[in-house]
């Protein structure tokens, strides 16, 4: 959490590094993002749930008012392995940043060598000195210190860099947590829809077994023929039959939400099995306002961070292009004999400015920045996808979610008309009026119809969480702190 507080503040005025001096290469400025197509509704006044503009609920799922939901949600905030990973890259981040900052700061390192030398009869000393003794041995302690300027920006560039590419893994780790919210939430949706199918199929499991002792008893009369019967039977038989393919699903949707909290298989199946209602959808769906609408996604801020990282490096490659100053000093003692090796005139001394000027590189320079300029280019395209796509995505779920709201209420009506007609016909079959394929055709409606209706509800749920996560709800969970007792702390912001 320490590495991510400091990750928060990089946005902030940075650090001033070497000298005062120009800043060479492009300035980023921050693209600009068109308010939301006004062909796209954001605004539906005639269904259940209606979407309206206004701020986006940062903690949307409670609006479903299911507290093991809301459980599952806290619980996934400690435990999801993906958000762990995604943090560590934001802590590799700001490493990276500090290592960045260090190139723009005094080095100074200490010497501390004892040799003991051997040298040429016939170098320079010795002819000059031929009594001088070959071997000897010397002593040396000191400091040696440097000091890049930066007078033309370059390590302030690859400061911004570093400050740009941290700022990507934070929304990375937005995005991590804003996916694997959607899919948590989508999971559980499922897991209660086919639950509910699993009580249907079994509620018309006992009624088709009360078809079979109707059958039984005309058969006893001599009404029914083995015909009835055998139908009768073939229906318990085929209702029975999609009993297992639905525990199977239950199964996978348990394992699944299981695997985005970290837990083993059938981990939660104690707490998940039992069945419960599925969650029913909010009344009122704030969807954000128009001019902000998809700057609080992560996925847009993080291309939008990583177009910046990439004007910074096309910074850094033309102040590459620029001499490179460097102050350099040096202080140590050295002696022939440890006795004076700390005296006054054992000590020595050497202070001055060094400046590298590139004259030829091979190219290597301009391809650098060539390189440079086309992945900021690069970066910029991908950024505009980005934007192009999160409005498909947004209108993509506004529409699913309206128009699976409109085919519920045909899918509702067709389950009454169903249950009456089966009424109906077991009514006029018990009188002898109609043969039992009539009964049979009429369950078989019934249960096709109520397996739609389970499905629609299911899929109104899930769409309503496609849209808040193609809106860029929830991603806040990524900055949740907690409290000493263990509690969590919401720390909801507005991006």
Same mark, same amino acid.
């Given at each position: 959490?320490?590495?991510?507080?400091?990750?928060?503040?990089?946005?902030?005025?940075?650090?001033?590094?070497?000298?005062?001096?120009?800043?060479?290469?492009?300035?980023?400025?921050?693209?600009?993002?068109?308010?939301?197509?006004?062909?796209?509704?954001?605004?539906?006044?005639?269904?259940?749930?209606?979407?309206?503009?206004?701020?986006?609920?940062?903690?949307?799922?409670?609006?479903?008012?299911?507290?093991?939901?809301?459980?599952?949600?806290?619980?996934?905030?400690?435990?999801?392995?993906?958000?762990?990973?995604?943090?560590?890259?934001?802590?590799?981040?700001?490493?990276?940043?500090?290592?960045?900052?260090?190139?723009?700061?005094?080095?100074?390192?200490?010497?501390?060598?004892?040799?003991?030398?051997?040298?040429?009869?016939?170098?320079?000393?010795?002819?000059?000195?031929?009594?001088?003794?070959?071997?000897?041995?010397?002593?040396?302690?000191?400091?040696?210190?440097?000091?890049?300027?930066?007078?033309?920006?370059?390590?302030?560039?690859?400061?911004?860099?570093?400050?740009?590419?941290?700022?990507?893994?934070?929304?990375?780790?937005?995005?991590?947590?804003?996916?694997?919210?959607?899919?948590?939430?989508?999971?559980?949706?499922?897991?209660?829809?086919?639950?509910?199918?699993?009580?249907?199929?079994?509620?018309?499991?006992?009624?088709?077994?009360?078809?079979?002792?109707?059958?039984?008893?005309?058969?006893?009369?001599?009404?029914?023929?083995?015909?009835?019967?055998?139908?009768?039977?073939?229906?318990?038989?085929?209702?029975?039959?999609?009993?297992?393919?639905?525990?199977i699903q239950e199964v996978e949707l348990i394992n699944a939400i299981g695997l985005l909290l970290g837990d083993a298989p059938r981990a939660l199946e104690a707490e998940l099995r039992r069945s419960r209602m599925l969650p029913r959808v909010p009344h009122r769906v704030p969807v954000g306002l128009r001019g902000t609408l998809v700057r609080r996604r992560p996925d847009v801020?993080?291309?939008?961070?990583?177009?910046?990282?990439?004007?910074?490096?096309?910074?850094?490659?033309?102040?590459?292009?620029?001499?490179?100053?460097?102050?350099?000093?040096?202080?140590?003692?050295?002696?022939?004999h440890l006795s004076n090796l700390f005296t006054p005139t054992s000590t020595a001394f050497a202070v001055g400015p060094s400046i590298s000027i590139p004259i030829f590189e091979g190219g290597q320079l301009k391809g650098t920045l060539a390189l440079r300029e086309s992945q900021q280019r690069e970066a910029a395209i991908f950024f505009q996808k980005t934007v192009l796509r999160?409005?498909?995505?947004?209108?993509?779920?506004?529409?699913?979610?309206?128009?699976?709201?409109?085919?519920?209420?045909?899918?509702?009506?067709?389950?009454?008309?169903?249950?009456?007609?089966?009424?109906?016909?077991?009514? %006029?079959?018990?009188?002898?009026?109609?043969?039992?394929?009539?009964?049979?055709?009429?369950?078989?409606?019934?249960?096709?119809?109520?397996?739609?209706?389970?499905?629609?509800?299911?899929?109104?749920?899930?769409?309503?969480?496609?849209?808040?996560?193609?809106?860029?709800?929830?991603?806040?969970?990524?900055?949740?702190?907690?409290?000493?007792?263990?509690?969590? %702390?919401?720390?909801?912001?507005?991006?």
């Amino acid at each position: 959490m320490r590495a991510l507080r400091l990750a928060a503040r990089l946005s902030g005025p940075m650090l001033g590094i070497g000298l005062a001096g120009c800043t060479v290469g492009p300035d980023y400025q921050s693209p600009e993002i068109a308010a939301a197509p006004k062909r796209m509704p954001l605004e539906t006044v005639d269904l259940p749930s209606r979407t309206v503009e206004g701020k986006i609920d940062a903690t949307w799922w409670k609006s479903f008012r299911d507290s093991q939901l809301s459980s599952l949600v806290e619980r996934l905030v400690a435990q999801n392995l993906d958000l762990k990973t995604a943090a560590e890259r934001v802590v590799q981040g700001v490493a990276q940043r500090q290592v960045a900052v260090a190139q723009g700061l005094p080095h100074i390192d200490g010497l501390s060598s004892n040799t003991y030398n051997r040298a040429s009869p016939n170098s320079t000393i010795f002819v000059k000195q031929p009594d001088a003794p070959l071997e000897y041995a010397l002593f040396r302690e000191g400091l040696t210190s440097s000091w890049q300027l930066d007078l033309f920006g370059r390590v302030r560039r690859a400061v911004e860099a570093a400050d740009a590419e941290t700022l990507a893994a934070v929304e990375n780790r937005h995005g991590v947590a804003l996916a694997a919210l959607a899919e948590l939430a989508q999971s559980y949706m499922l897991l209660r829809g086919t639950q509910d199918r699993l009580e249907i199929a079994k509620r018309n499991l006992r009624l088709a077994g009360e078809n079979v002792d109707l059958v039984n008893q005309r058969f006893g009369g001599g009404v029914a023929t083995t015909l009835d019967l055998a139908q009768a039977r073939a229906q318990q038989a085929t209702i029975a039959a999609t009993l297992p393919p639905l525990r199977i699903q239950e199964v996978e949707l348990i394992n699944a939400i299981g695997l985005l909290l970290g837990d083993a298989p059938r981990a939660l199946e104690a707490e998940l099995r039992r069945s419960r209602m599925l969650p029913r959808v909010p009344h009122r769906v704030p969807v954000g306002l128009r001019g902000t609408l998809v700057r609080r996604r992560p996925d847009v801020r993080e291309a939008e961070a990583h177009l910046h990282e990439a004007t910074a490096q096309t910074g850094v490659a033309v102040a590459s292009f620029y001499p490179d100053v460097t102050l350099n000093g040096a202080a140590n003692v050295e002696s022939l004999h440890l006795s004076n090796l700390f005296t006054p005139t054992s000590t020595a001394f050497a202070v001055g400015p060094s400046i590298s000027i590139p004259i030829f590189e091979g190219g290597q320079l301009k391809g650098t920045l060539a390189l440079r300029e086309s992945q900021q280019r690069e970066a910029a395209i991908f950024f505009q996808k980005t934007v192009l796509r999160a409005w498909k995505e947004v209108d993509d779920a506004l529409t699913a979610y309206r128009e699976s709201q409109r085919r519920r209420g045909d899918v509702a009506r067709s389950v009454t008309e169903n249950q009456a007609a089966l009424q109906a016909a077991r009514q %006029r079959y018990s009188e002898g009026a109609i043969d039992f394929l009539n009964v049979i055709t009429t369950q078989a409606q019934l249960l096709q119809s109520e397996n739609d209706l389970a499905d629609s509800d299911t899929l109104i749920a899930t769409n309503l969480v496609n849209l808040y996560r193609a809106l860029g709800g929830g991603w806040e969970i990524a900055d949740v702190d907690y409290r000493a007792d263990g509690a969590p %702390r919401w720390k909801i912001g507005t991006p």
